[in-house]
Nanobody, 130 residues
């Protein structure tokens, strides 16, 4: 099974930026169709932040991060990224990378739903100080 390993988390002041990476341990070609970033704070459900259709590059973003976060992929390096700008304390969470083997996830809502994803990384903490 391909492992997903996140990195790039840390602490930053409000208004700052971070770039998260998610490296797959083997080629995702032929395995995954969608990849996404989720985040979770204690006591709350895991929230979909951004997703990408890795076969074509189409993206979906949660309203809370539109215009601030950018999801991207490097298929050659089997790495997923999340560039996070203009961070605020409400962005503090553990961020998870996820991959889906489903060929079609038909709606943006489902593309940001944890139930659509089969494989998960271990998470990386992002803390934004006010």
């Amino acid at each position: 099974q391909v492992q997903l390993v996140e990195s790039g988390g840390g602490s930053v002041q409000a208004g700052g930026s971070l770039k998260l990476s998610c490296a797959a341990s083997a080629s995702w070609s032929g395995r995954y169709y969608y990849m996404a970033w989720f985040r979770q704070v204690p006591g709350k459900e895991r929230e979909g932040v951004a997703s990408i259709y890795i076969r074509g590059g189409a993206t979906v973003y949660a309203d809370s991060v539109k215009g601030r976060f950018t999801i991207s992929q490097d298929n050659g390096a089997n790495t997923l990224y999340l560039q996070m700008n203009s961070l605020n304390p409400e962005d503090t969470a553990v961020y998870y990378c996820a991959a889906s083997a489903h060929r079609s996830i038909y709606t943006p809502t489902l593309q940001l739903s944890a139930e659509s994803y089969n494989y998960w990384g271990q998470g990386t903490q992002v803390t934004v100080a006010s």
